[in-house]
């Protein structure tokens, strides 16, 4: 019976380790996979980074094309000003040639 009683000893053992072995694969693999699932995100964030630089450049670019077409517009409406004034000008000419004749 010390015999068996040791071999079921041994066995219980072995058993034992084996479980450990087995969760320690287990774990391993999980391990694995979430070092994996972690350099995706690190990827998925480097990406992201990019797309808000590349949207904050395109900000930047729109509100200089934005300050260009202000800048544009205010010379517009100096320029429709002094041609409403030209019309005038030559209106009154016009009327004052008419008159003299």
């Known amino acids: 019976t010390i015999i068996s009683n040791l071999i079921e000893t041994i066995n219980v053992k072995i058993f034992e380790k084996y479980n450990l072995w087995k ?28 797309d808000i630089t590349n949207l904050k450049e395109k900000l930047i670019a729109s509100n200089e094309r934005k300050i260009i077409l202000e800048s544009q517009k205010a010379k517009f ?18 009327n004052i040639s008419e008159i003299i004749k």
Do not use: G
């Not at 391993?28 to 998925?44: C, I």
């Open 77 to 94: 409406k100096y320029t429709i000003k002094n041609l409403k004034d030209t019309i005038k000008d030559f209106e009154a000419t016009i």
């Open 23 to 50: 969760n320690a694969k287990f774990f391993e693999t999980e391990n694995n996979m979430l070092k994996y699932e972690l350099s995706n995100l690190k990827t998925r964030y480097t990406d992201l980074e990019k």
